[in-house]
């Protein structure tokens, strides 16, 4: 699978759009981006995947660029609730596991 | 809808002791996973099964360390003898595969200490 890269923390005001950015140069054709986020002591929770298209759902929006090297996540008003770690994960559609990296700490401020 | 379940919360043991968790997967799910969560390497994949088979068990670091899936909703984490360096956050994930990809959700954990 692609490795990701993504910056370690990010802070956000409550209320605004937080978006979490993730390169994967690497990526290929079968690959899916995936994302997660982990609430403190909490399992991992599924935030949104996409292929090649953008994806949008109740928590979230998934921008993936035309070349596909690179995605952002989109928490249209964030909330304290949302302070986490992200996690981008890239993934082809045989694999089995999810390979988690080291995420991005996103801090939601009042 | 009942979410991943795994029991317990939290357990604490001395070494040389045996551990056994338990998870029970969504209804409906055909695959489960086993993780384990630490500070120096993060979320490491331990075992899958799917249709209560395993399927890849390299994860698991060594024979103390078993998994079975004796029913479509019921799985256990066996360690035995624990030892220290075993103490983690264990997680286990299900999934629906059909051809494709498939999403994984996750339980809230058990927070294993071996004292």
């Known amino acids: 699978d692609a490795k990701t890269t993504q910056p370690p923390s990010m802070d956000c005001a409550e209320g605004r759009a937080a978006n979490l950015p993730c390169n994967h140069s690497t990526i290929s054709g079968n690959e899916y981006v995936y994302w997660y986020r982990q609430i403190h002591s909490q399992g991992p929770q599924y935030i949104i995947h996409?292929?090649?298209n953008n994806e949008t759902n109740e928590m979230a929006s998934l921008i993936i660029t035309e070349d596909r090297k690179s995605s952002t996540l989109i928490l249209p008003h964030a909330t304290l609730r949302d302070t986490a770690v992200y996690y981008c994960i890239v993934r082809s559609g045989s694999a089995r596991q999810l390979t988690f990296g080291s995420g991005t700490q996103l801090t939601v401020l009042p | 809808d009942a979410g991943v379940i795994q029991s317990p919360r939290h357990e604490v043991t001395e070494m040389g002791q045996e551990v056994t968790l338990r998870c029970k997967p969504i209804s409906g799910h055909n695959s489960l996973f086993w993780y384990r969560q630490t500070m120096m390497r993060g979320l490491e994949l331990l075992i899958y099964f799917n249709n209560n088979v395993p399927i890849d068990d390299s994860g698991m670091p060594e024979d103390r360390f078993s998994a079975k899936m004796p029913n479509a909703s019921f799985s256990t984490l066996k360690i035995q003898p624990s030892e220290p360096r075993d103490s983690a956050v264990y997680f286990c994930?299900?999934?629906?595969?059909?051809?494709?990809?498939?999403?994984?959700?996750f339980g809230p954990g058990t927070r294993l200490t071996v004292l």
């Open positions: 994930a299900s999934s629906f595969r059909a051809g494709g990809t498939d999403t994984q959700y």
């Open positions: 996409g292929l090649k």
